[in-house]
């Protein structure tokens, strides 16, 4: 068995690796539809709302616009959909309720227990496009045990920017290689292995639903391959 | 009894609110000493290590010095100590070991239980001068249960500058007065007052051992005032 130097920091991409957004943020317009008496395809508007994530990041990321976070995104994005969908009557009140579903996604099954196994043998944390303290009501509400919240602000890069995974190992005092970058989706991770950190692929084969048409398996040499949080922990040595 | 608006966050100061470096400094000096066979007044280069903290963070402060995180002024000011004490035999790694002793230091003995108290109610976390990395490490090695770890390079400013204590609550996505500093110091709480936070005092009077001169007890208005994290945590009601 060849194991490769192992890193001293795990660094786990969020929306879609730690969390089912999806199921979450259609379980959360639903119930908002109910309770309001609104009509709409939430399951159609939620996978807009997705879509519209990474070309309103597309825009800070090339220089066009100054930072911004990606509360102040998601809820642009939402104006828009709610716009599309004929629910212009939905108060502002209720926009920023919605804009934070994305505070109180749940995690996939085998996040809370891998984490707390995976803690033991190295720093765990976040590297993520969202906000701090996006991050930070995600992580209280499912009781997610980071050693540390790193957000997009920590850098000022929205990945897959190179400065978005280097900043983050500057952050932790440590060369880019003994990070590891923890994530479901091969982009991310070919351009985690560009800046020079390591990776592990995670598969979410469900986090599009019916249309998921990537990210089914690991499509590049990815220094881990693992089912779930509980077995790359296995894979670490970590103890059950 | 009138209890002022309650904040979200609660943000601690570290070194000497939550962790008692001056005792753990010299108990790491010492045993570097006894392993190394170096003799050495190792409580007096502790005390002038801490003296050479503030003189540090000023240049960059003022803008003279590029920004610079603490480990790096900390293994600057330890260099220079270990010349005026004829000690210029250390290796590099061993300075390097030393400088990272600010990443081990205890919490006094009330700090994790009190705050796991804490963090039922509120957001916790750090608002410090430390690096993100020692701060990381610290949290790490003494179980401190922060929700999230902001250091010095997440506002990229030392306090006492008014940009550490609100960036702090920009990244929570919380206006200043939403967030609650705790320190054992009436400067950094005046600073932070100024910022716009709300403050509570927690007395450490036994930080500086013989040498404490101030901060014996609250000086200023501030929202709260208690004996420990504990106490603390009574009064704004969390549970035992």
Redesign the interface.
């Known amino acids: 068995m060849t194991t490769p130097p192992i890193a001293k920091a795990l660094l786990f991409d969020v929306f879609g690796t730690v969390v089912d957004w999806r199921s979450s943020i259609i379980d959360e317009l639903t119930q908002f539809g109910t309770t309001r008496g609104l009509k709409a395809d939430w399951v159609a508007l939620t996978d807009e709302w997705r879509a519209l994530y990474q070309p309103s990041m597309e825009a800070v990321r090339s220089g066009t616009r100054a930072w911004t976070i990606l509360?102040v995104l998601h809820r642009e994005s939402l104006d828009a959909l709610l716009a599309k969908h004929g629910l212009n009557a939905v108060t502002t009140a209720d926009r920023e309720h919605l804009t934070r579903a994305w505070h109180r996604l749940r995690p996939w099954p085998d996040v809370v227990q891998g984490l707390t196994r995976l803690k033991r043998n190295y720093?765990i944390?976040t590297l993520s496009n969202g906000?701090?303290?996006?991050l930070?009501?995600l992580?209280?509400n499912s009781a997610l045990p980071w050693?540390?919240?790193?957000?997009a602000?920590?850098a000022r890069a929205y990945k897959p920017l190179p400065e978005a995974y280097r900043s983050a190992a500057t952050?932790?005092?440590?060369p880019p290689n003994e990070v590891m970058l923890v994530a479901a989706h091969n982009g991310d991770l070919a351009a985690a292995a560009n800046a020079g950190l390591r990776t592990a692929f995670v598969g979410r084969p469900t986090e599009y639903g019916p249309h998921q048409t990537v990210d089914f398996k690991a499509d590049g040499p990815w220094d881990y391959v693992a089912t779930d949080f509980g077995n790359l922990a296995t894979q670490l040595g970590c103890t059950p």
Chains 1, 2 share one sequence.
């Open positions: 509360d720093i944390g906000n701090v303290g996006l930070t009501r992580a209280k050693d540390v919240v790193l957000g602000e920590t952050l932790l005092n440590l």
